[in-house]
């Protein structure tokens, strides 16, 4: 299973940006797809899932209205549009694929750097 992120950047707070997750490697009917984001000394935070199958959305309540996750099962790709960004934004975005009856999250992409500028 491969995850490949993209679509970071550097953009100004207010600007927009669009995070791709390519998936690969298996059949993701059955998954729940993950966005997290890390800072340099802070833990992975949680951002939004969304289940393949259903396409049943949540969101961590710092980017709820102004995130959007959604999925292309054409193209087996995961996406996070990122509106009203702020600085508080910047950190590397990661995604992730689990299993619905999982509870953790066993593949992992290889992160992609958002910056927002004040």
């Known amino acids: 299973v491969q995850l490949q992120a993209s679509g970071g950047g550097l953009v100004q707070a207010g600007g927009s940006l669009r995070l791709s997750c390519a998936a690969s490697?298996?059949?993701?009917?059955?998954?729940?797809m993950g966005w997290f984001r890390q800072t340099p000394g802070k833990e992975r935070e949680f951002v939004a899932t969304?289940?393949?199958?259903?396409?049943?959305?949540v969101y961590a309540d710092s980017v709820k209205g102004r995130f959007t996750i959604s999925r292309d099962n054409a193209k087996n790709t995961v996406y996070l549009q990122m509106n009203s960004l702020k600085p508080e934004d910047t950190a590397v975005y990661y995604c992730?694929?689990?299993?619905?009856?999982?509870?953790?999250?066993?593949?992992w992409g290889q992160g992609t750097q958002v910056t927002v500028s004040s």
């Open positions: 992730a694929a689990r299993s619905v009856g999982s509870t953790s999250y066993g593949y």
């Open positions: 490697g298996r059949t993701f009917s059955s998954s729940v």
């Open positions: 969304i289940r393949w199958g259903s396409g049943i959305s």
